[in-house]
């Protein structure tokens, strides 16, 4: 099936009589005839349902239309964002190990990596999307156990170069995680570059209403952990914590990567998505392929014409010819990027701060990638607890303002932001 037909048909496939849309399981827990029964789901000898914590029906059709849409082997859901990116790295990498990720990902995931998950022992690296080969080199460590990157960092826009990065971890018998938020699954498939573990934020495109907060996790079947066994013990070594099971043995490459994050992390954490949140994903995930063509189409109107204006200072948005990234853009999304635009106003932050309380129709909130246009100062909000500093690394100036382009008229959104900048 192509990707259109996948959106609205893929993960759930209803028998005689059923219902058609994906129902939603809103249940804590599930009735067995027998204790027997149900011990062979505590011991993974049989597929089923004990407790919400862990798993629920409706979350796992929903995580396997996103699975089949990047084209992986399995999938999960969690709570947001955050939980998956967190859940992703910790699978692989525990005290004492390390971490290489790129430094313009976005505001959260890096406070996340450098500042909670070093309080857990994990050491991180974090480099320059753009760096060297040798420069990426000298980032690894003997206890180096995975690289992180976004397709297109929020809001740095800087796009990842998945094979290079790809290449690099492989040869160092890691894996590759990427957060594909950003580019969703209908303008880049990570996997086709040699990703190995893909995560996204559900709030944003995929859910594209701003109604409910998730996350997902996609495995993309080939790594091989057993392969290097002595780097992943989590993986190839017993759970004594589950029975002695050994993940990679028992669920081999396609599974095991997943299941070991649903049997032990979500067990453990519980940021499990609530089965409403995921029945509203789905809703999302069926227009996906109709909506991000309409955010590109929008962006590049934007980008266009905001960087003709006299009274901005630059522009930086992937679609764009002469940016940074456009060749980047064009090698792994030519189909478009995304509907938001970073640009920057002559005046700085008084300027930018005068210019969004002009706004129209663009509204000011922490939100981005949904239907509606919304603008934003990371940072003074998402982005406040990086220093100068950091926000420099991370492509994320003070004069920074993030425009997501939603699903309006062009002609409106553009007159809109005319009428603010002729405030300024």
Same mark, same amino acid.
């Given at each position: 099936?192509?990707?259109?037909?996948?959106?609205?048909?893929?993960?759930?496939?209803?028998?005689?009589?059923?219902?058609?849309?994906?129902?939603?399981?809103?249940?804590?827990?599930?009735?067995?005839?027998?204790?027997?029964?149900?011990?062979?789901?505590?011991?993974?000898?049989?597929?089923?349902?004990?407790?919400?914590?862990?798993?629920?029906?409706?979350?796992?059709?929903?995580?396997?239309?996103?699975?089949?849409?990047?084209?992986?082997?399995?999938?999960?859901?969690?709570?947001?964002?955050?939980? *998956?990116?967190? $859940?992703?790295?910790?699978?692989?990498?525990? +005290?004492?190990? @390390?971490? !290489?990720?790129?430094?313009?990902?976005? %505001?959260?995931?890096?406070?996340?990596?450098?500042?909670?998950?070093?309080?857990?022992?994990?050491?991180?690296?974090?480099?320059?999307?753009?760096?060297?080969?040798?420069?990426?080199?000298?980032?690894?460590?003997?206890?180096?156990?995975?690289?992180?990157?976004?397709?297109?960092?929020?809001?740095?826009?800087?796009?990842?170069?998945?094979?290079?990065?790809?290449?690099?971890?492989?040869?160092?018998?890691?894996?590759?995680?990427?957060?594909?938020?950003?580019?969703?699954?209908?303008?880049?498939?990570?996997?086709?570059?040699?990703?190995?573990?893909?995560?996204?934020?559900?709030?944003?495109?995929?859910?594209?209403?701003?109604?409910?907060?998730?996350?997902?996790?996609?495995?993309?079947?080939?790594?091989?952990?057993?392969?290097? *066994?002595?780097? $992943?013990?989590?993986?190839?070594?017993?759970? +004594?914590?589950? @029975?002695? !099971?050994?993940?990679?043995?028992?669920? %081999?490459?396609?599974?095991?990567?997943?299941?070991?994050?649903?049997?032990?992390?979500?067990?453990?954490?519980?940021?499990?998505?609530?089965?409403?949140?995921?029945?509203?994903?789905?809703?999302?995930?069926?227009?996906?392929?109709?909506?991000?063509?309409?955010?590109?189409?929008?962006?590049?109107?934007?980008?266009?014409?905001?960087?003709?204006?006299?009274?901005?200072?630059?522009?930086?948005?992937?679609?764009?010819?002469?940016?940074?990234?456009?060749?980047?853009?064009?090698?792994?999304?030519?189909?478009?990027?995304?509907?938001?635009?970073?640009?920057?106003?002559?005046?700085?932050?008084?300027?930018?701060?005068?210019?969004?309380?002009?706004?129209?129709?663009?509204?000011?909130?922490?939100?981005?990638?949904?239907?509606?246009?919304?603008?934003?100062?990371?940072?003074?909000?998402?982005?406040?607890?990086?220093?100068?500093?950091?926000?420099?690394?991370?492509?994320? %100036?003070?004069?920074?303002?993030?425009?997501?382009?939603?699903?309006?008229?062009?002609?409106?959104?553009?007159?809109?932001?005319?009428?603010?900048?002729?405030?300024?």
């Amino acid at each position: 099936m192509k990707q259109e037909t996948k959106c609205i048909q893929a993960g759930y496939e209803p028998k005689n009589g059923e219902s058609r849309m994906i129902p939603i399981i809103q249940s804590t827990t599930f009735k067995y005839d027998s204790s027997e029964d149900m011990g062979k789901l505590f011991d993974l000898e049989a597929s089923g349902y004990f407790y919400t914590r862990l798993q629920n029906p409706t979350n796992d059709l929903v995580a396997a239309k996103l699975t089949a849409l990047e084209g992986g082997t399995a999938g999960m859901l969690t709570s947001s964002g955050q939980a *998956a990116n967190f $859940f992703a790295v910790f699978n692989v990498a525990t +005290e004492g190990d @390390h971490v !290489i990720a790129s430094s313009s990902i976005y %505001g959260g995931t890096f406070n996340l990596f450098n500042v909670t998950m070093r309080k857990m022992g994990i050491d991180f690296t974090f480099v320059d999307p753009d760096c060297t080969d040798e420069e990426l080199e000298a980032a690894f460590q003997p206890n180096t156990k995975c690289v992180f990157g976004e397709t297109i960092a929020n809001p740095a826009l800087t796009v990842f170069d998945i094979e290079r990065f790809a290449k690099k971890a492989h040869e160092h018998g890691v894996p590759l995680i990427v957060d594909n938020t950003f580019a969703t699954p209908i303008n880049c498939r990570p996997f086709e570059w040699g990703c190995d573990i893909v995560t996204h934020s559900t709030t944003k495109y995929l859910d594209g209403h701003d109604v409910a907060v998730g996350g997902a996790i996609i495995d993309s079947g080939n790594f091989d952990w057993m392969a290097h *066994a002595d780097k $992943f013990p989590g993986l190839c070594t017993p759970d +004594e914590s589950y @029975h002695g !099971i050994t993940y990679a043995e028992k669920f %081999g490459k396609e599974g095991a990567f997943i299941t070991k994050a649903t049997a032990q992390l979500m067990r453990d954490f519980g940021s499990i998505q609530s089965p409403q949140n995921a029945f509203y994903l789905n809703l999302g995930i069926e227009s996906l392929a109709v909506r991000m063509p309409r955010h590109c189409e929008n962006g590049q109107k934007v980008a266009e014409f905001l960087a003709q204006h006299e009274k901005v200072s630059w522009v930086n948005y992937p679609g764009l010819p002469g940016n940074k990234y456009y060749d980047l853009a064009q090698k792994y999304m030519p189909n478009g990027t995304c509907g938001v635009v970073s640009f920057g106003v002559k005046g700085g932050r008084p300027a930018a701060e005068a210019f969004m309380k002009e706004l129209k129709v663009a509204m000011i909130a922490t939100h981005v990638a949904d239907a509606h246009t919304c603008v934003l100062h990371p940072a003074s909000s998402t982005h406040r607890q990086l220093t100068d500093e950091e926000l420099v690394a991370a492509g994320v %100036g003070p004069d920074l303002i993030r425009l997501s382009v939603g699903l309006e008229n062009s002609d409106d959104l553009i007159e809109d932001l005319k009428q603010a900048l002729a405030c300024i």
